[in-house]
């Protein structure tokens, strides 16, 4: 499918109709869903209704907006007014919001047609999207691996044509991850700068939502319909938002105007070798634009995981409290008292990864433990904050991989947490401190699969991010391939 420009040019020079478009898409998922399974739900007739809506604009001759028109997949943990919205979770399995997320009233305001409700792991979380309670989604590079995760049905359904751009949450690199396994770009926004109203909470202080695209400038005209202050989420930032892509330009002129600073401690251990050599390639392609790269060090990056995976538990078990039998989603049968009915609803209703969080979170939140482990991450998360500060008074950007690796086989991480944890060592360092960072196709390995270069910005300078990103693109190919069907 073209990218919204093209596609936003035929709607209106009247080449093809919005229901054209939707139909091709709804075409497209039944074709390949058998074999991908990205979405948990498709919203078919909702869509062509949308699709008309849009028709009837352009028959009456009034304007319509980039995003009118264009086929969209919301990932399944915002909320859709009387759309199933399930969290990939058997806890949510007859949830139907009686209300809309800001971001998805803000897709339908803007003419967006969403034509489904993508996969992820259960309640986002996860790093490969098996967590989820209801099905495998495959990469579309190659059917036995992983789309990344959390939001794995996002990226995946995007790869694969089966709508133009998607929606997903990034709480340690859902986002972002993702994108660079599935070859597609993904921005997760500074914290604050799209509405949470309405997205499923795991991890407040890190949750963020953004966009995914197959083009640097798709993505940020989707960041650019989502972002905004919004009364109904506290933690929502009151700024401007710009045109993101106004300052896009072919290159990164003057010569050594914008800085980029490689983070050292990213090129370490477990890094392979086919994605050290991308990222390499990558910088060299940067500078050659125009941007002058420096090596800069971040030597408290590493304490990242530890810091995440104790304060992502901790506040997800506050936020799961919730989901007790009694106020909405799943409520085990057969309890013969209160309690019992407490235990067995969250005992049978959470699968094992998000009962492993709730249990470490409750743990490190307990009397004994609170100084040791909770107060003890959040003062590295100010050591972390502190290393990226000092960063940014020499550089403008910082670059690295966005994984350690490409995407690896389904089953392969599942018995070893710990394994899975691990490949989101760099993209958790942007959540913790707040920052905005992009992922960007740089490269394939030789398997064919596809390797994603990160940018990590200063608080609100998505547009610079942008800016970096397609420059490089521009001056690539890596996005003009697709996988095969
Ligand atoms: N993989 C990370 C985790 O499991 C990140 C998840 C996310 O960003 N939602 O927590």
Same mark, same amino acid.
């Given at each position: 499918?073209?990218?919204?420009?093209?596609?936003h040019?035929?709607?209106?020079?009247?080449?093809?109709?919005?229901?054209?478009?939707?139909?091709?898409a &709804?075409?497209?998922i039944?074709?390949?869903?058998?074999?991908?399974?990205?979405?948990?739900?498709?919203?078919?007739?909702?869509?062509?209704?949308q699709?008309?809506e849009?028709?009837?604009?352009?028959?009456n001759?009034?304007?319509i907006g980039?995003?009118?028109g264009?086929p969209?997949?919301?990932?399944?943990?915002m909320?859709?007014?009387?759309?199933?919205?399930?969290?990939?979770?058997?806890?949510?399995?007859n949830?139907?919001?009686?209300?809309?997320?800001?971001?998805?009233?803000?897709?339908?305001?803007?003419?967006?047609?969403?034509?489904?409700?993508t996969?992820?792991?259960?309640f986002?979380?996860?790093?490969s999207?098996?967590?989820?309670a209801?099905?495998?989604?495959a990469?579309p590079?190659?059917?036995?691996?992983?789309? =990344?995760?959390?939001?794995?049905?996002?990226?995946?359904a995007?790869?694969?044509d089966?709508?133009?751009?998607?929606?997903?949450?990034?709480?340690?690199?859902?986002?972002?991850?993702?994108?660079?396994?599935?070859?597609?770009?993904?921005?997760k926004?500074?914290?604050?700068?799209?509405?949470?109203? =309405?997205?499923?909470?795991?991890?407040s202080?890190l949750?963020q939502?953004g966009?995914?695209?197959?083009?640097?400038?798709?993505?940020?005209?989707?960041?650019?319909?989502?972002?905004?202050?919004?009364?109904?989420?506290?933690?929502?930032?009151?700024?401007?938002?710009?045109d993101?892509?106004?300052?896009?330009?072919p290159? &990164?002129k003057p010569r050594g105007?914008?800085?980029i600073?490689?983070?050292?401690?990213?090129f370490?251990?477990?890094?392979?070798?086919?994605?050290?050599?991308?990222?390499?390639?990558?910088?060299d392609?940067?500078?050659?634009?125009?941007?002058?790269?420096?090596?800069?060090?971040?030597?408290?990056?590493?304490?990242g995981?530890?810091?995440?995976?104790?304060?992502?538990p901790?506040?997800?078990?506050?936020?799961?409290?919730?989901?007790?039998?009694?106020?909405y989603?799943y409520?085990a049968?057969?309890?013969?008292?209160?309690?019992?009915?407490y /235990?067995r609803?969250?005992a049978?209703?959470?699968g094992?990864?998000?009962?492993?969080?709730?249990?470490?979170? /409750?743990?490190?939140?307990?009397?004994?433990?609170?100084?040791?482990?909770y107060?003890?991450?959040?003062?590295?998360?100010?050591?972390?904050?502190?290393?990226?500060e000092?960063?940014?008074?020499?550089?403008?950007?910082?670059?690295?991989?966005?994984?350690?690796?490409?995407?690896?086989k389904a089953g392969?991480?599942? /018995?070893?947490?710990?394994?899975m944890?691990?490949?989101?060592?760099?993209t958790?360092?942007?959540n913790?401190?707040?920052?905005?960072?992009?992922?960007?196709?740089c490269g394939?390995?030789?398997?064919?699969?596809p390797?994603?270069? @990160? &940018?990590i910005?200063?608080v609100?300078r998505?547009? @610079?991010?942008?800016?970096?990103?397609?420059?490089?693109?521009?001056?690539?190919?890596?996005?003009?391939?697709t996988?095969?069907?």
């Amino acid at each position: 499918m073209a990218s919204i420009r093209e596609l936003h040019k035929q709607l209106v020079n009247k080449e093809r109709s919005a229901v054209e478009i939707t139909q091709a898409a &709804l075409d497209r998922i039944q074709a390949l869903e058998p074999k991908l399974h990205s979405f948990l739900c498709v919203t078919a007739q909702k869509a062509l209704q949308q699709a008309q809506e849009v028709d009837a604009k352009i028959a009456n001759g009034e304007e319509i907006g980039l995003l009118a028109g264009i086929p969209i997949g919301i990932k399944d943990n915002m909320c859709t007014k009387g759309i199933l919205t399930t969290c990939a979770s058997r806890m949510l399995e007859n949830f139907v919001p009686p209300y809309e997320s800001t971001v998805t009233q803000k897709l339908a305001d803007a003419g967006a047609v969403m034509v489904g409700k993508t996969n992820l792991d259960e309640f986002a979380m996860g790093g490969s999207t098996e967590n989820s309670a209801y099905q495998l989604t495959a990469n579309p590079w190659d059917l036995s691996r992983v789309p =990344g995760g959390s939001s794995g049905g996002s990226a995946a359904a995007v790869a694969a044509d089966e709508c133009v751009v998607a929606i997903g949450s990034d709480t340690g690199g859902s986002i972002r991850q993702p994108a660079s396994f599935c070859g597609i770009v993904g921005m997760k926004p500074t914290y604050g700068l799209v509405s949470r109203y =309405g997205l499923v909470a795991f991890a407040s202080s890190l949750d963020q939502i953004g966009p995914f695209g197959r083009t640097v400038e798709d993505a940020a005209i989707l960041l650019g319909a989502i972002a905004g202050y919004d009364p109904k989420d506290s933690t929502s930032l009151k700024v401007e938002i710009p045109d993101y892509t106004a300052s896009f330009k072919p290159d &990164l002129k003057p010569r050594g105007k914008l800085k980029i600073g490689v983070i050292k401690e990213t090129f370490g251990e477990g890094l392979d070798s086919v994605v050290e050599q991308a990222v390499t390639k990558a910088l060299d392609q940067l500078q050659d634009l125009g941007a002058e790269i420096h090596v800069i060090s971040c030597p408290r990056f590493r304490y990242g995981l530890s810091s995440y995976y104790i304060i992502a538990p901790s506040e997800a078990s506050a936020n799961l409290a919730r989901y007790d039998g009694v106020k909405y989603g799943y409520r085990a049968p057969d309890a013969d008292n209160l309690l019992s009915m407490y /235990t067995r609803t969250r005992a049978t209703g959470f699968g094992a990864e998000v009962k492993r969080r709730i249990m470490i979170g /409750t743990y490190v939140l307990s009397a004994g433990y609170y100084d040791a482990y909770y107060l003890k991450a959040q003062k590295v998360r100010t050591l972390i904050k502190q290393d990226f500060e000092k960063a940014f008074e020499t550089v403008d950007v910082l670059a690295c991989p966005t994984a350690p690796t490409t995407a690896f086989k389904a089953g392969e991480k599942t /018995t070893d947490p710990l394994s899975m944890y691990l490949v989101d060592l760099m993209t958790i360092p942007a959540n913790l401190a707040g920052l905005p960072g992009i992922s960007v196709p740089c490269g394939f390995d030789q398997n064919g699969l596809p390797i994603g270069l @990160q &940018l990590i910005g200063k608080v609100l300078r998505e547009d @610079q991010l942008f800016q970096v990103a397609h420059a490089y693109e521009r001056s690539t190919t890596w996005h003009l391939r697709t996988p095969e069907d």
